[in-house]
């Protein structure tokens, strides 16, 4: 392997941290580059909480470079930058600063993490981390401020935002779940969803099935209109949209992305074209953009290609495997619901792994 080889990882938050950490635990001999559009990283597994006690915010965000120098001083830079291009043929990424000039930055191997954005910036970083942690403090004021509020999405970030509120404020507010299908975490076990629905009307959440959202606009005296795809609409203090999340891939050329815009790779998180350039994390076609398939099921492959493809090691890759079903959903603080390789987890459990605190002190751990 040349000694000095260069690795660019597009992409500072969960993904592009740990592709950084096992490029750098498998083989220091490397240079390791990181370019990302927010200094920090944003721990936004415990956002749902954030928005009924925002003094957690402050615990959510921790700076890349500093978590880079601990992993292996001298061996890995960051770039605070929006990534522009991709030139797979020339090796080359191009970015701006934040003073709208670009840059070029040439690389042998490249690591695609960029990940994905939410409707709401609440929700996932777009662009540097004060817009992130302005839009969770704006929302938090909002919430309080709002008498009638409607949460759009079925899936886990629209139940756990819909538990927080029904804990805090079910007895206060008209709160309301559009879940635009026959229920929340349809894709799960049907007694997981049932439970969910249970658990949020006991918090007095009206909970809206099969009635899909279309689109929203402003109304008079600072309201939303909310209008719902069976021509029904709804007027309300605060619309809150928790549901599907964007790639981040407007810098990639779309002959390498899928119908949804993300990047297509193959067994080996590799693209196939150019074997030297890898996709990891959300941003990856076909994944369900989870940290479990992240943590638990991506990076053994990941770490594979890695020893082959940048280090030259010649021992057996690792197929990227179909993530389980796996994953915990509070539903306030005092339980919720979940599943685990197919079976329901009770509720306790869930309260007792993360429902409490939601994990907070797990960000040190990810990005400290």
């Known amino acids: 392997m040349n000694t000095k ?42 956002a749902p909480r954030a928005l009924v006690e925002p003094k957690i915010a402050e615990q959510l965000f921790y700076p890349v470079k ?27 990424v191009v970015y701006e600063e934040s003073a709208g000039v670009e840059h070029s930055v040439a ?5 695609v993490a960029s990940g994905t954005k939410s409707h709401s910036a609440a929700f996932k970083l777009e662009g540097d981390y004060h817009l992130t942690k302005d839009a969770v403090l704006d929302l938090h004021a909002k919430i309080k401020n709002a008498e009638n509020i409607i949460i759009i999405g079925g899936g886990a970030t629209a139940v756990e935002v819909a538990g927080e509120l029904g804990e805090t404020y079910g007895t206060k507010k008209k709160i309301s779940l559009y879940a635009g299908s026959s229920g929340p975490l349809k894709s799960w076990l049907p007694k997981v969803s049932d439970a969910a629905t ?9 909970v809206v099935n099969n009635v899909k959202y279309s689109s929203m606009e402003d109304a008079e005296d600072g309201k939303t209109k ?16 928790a549901f599907g999340v964007i790639p981040n ?15 297509v790779v193959d067994e080996n998180l590799t693209v196939k074209q150019y074997p030297n350039v890898l996709g990891f994390g959300d941003i990856v076609s076909g994944r369900p953009c989870t940290i479990v398939d992240l943590e638990q099921i991506q990076v053994s492959t990941f770490q594979s ?29 005092n339980g919720g619901v979940g599943v685990l390789f197919g079976w329901r987890v009770p509720s306790f459990l869930v309260r007792f792994i993360k429902s409490k605190d939601f994990m907070v002190s797990r960000g040190a751990k990810s990005f400290a």
């Open 107 to 111: 690389y042998d191997y490249l690591v």
């Open 305 to 333: 290609t890695v020893k082959s493809v940048i280090f030259g090691d010649n021992g057996k890759k690792k197929p990227l495997k179909k993530s389980p079903e796996l994953g915990l959903v509070p539903v306030s603080r």
């Open 5 to 46: 080889s260069h690795v660019v990882v597009i992409g500072g938050s969960f993904a592009g941290i740990k592709a950084t950490e096992v490029i750098l635990s498998t083989n220091k001999d490397v240079q390791v580059t990181m370019i990302s559009a927010s200094s920090h990283a944003y721990f936004n597994v415990a």
């Open 198 to 206: 249970k658990q949020l009307e006991s918090l007095n959440i009206t």
């Open 66 to 92: 500093d978590k880079l120098k601990k992993l292996a001083p001298g061996k890995a830079s960051f770039i605070l930058g929006t990534v522009k291009d991709i030139k797979f043929e020339d090796n080359t």
């Open 226 to 241: 909310v209008i719902f795809d069976n021509g029904e609409s709804q007027i309300v203090d605060l619309a809150i949209p």
């Open 249 to 263: 891939s407007d810098f990639i050329d779309v002959k390498f992305l899928d119908g949804q815009g993300y990047l």
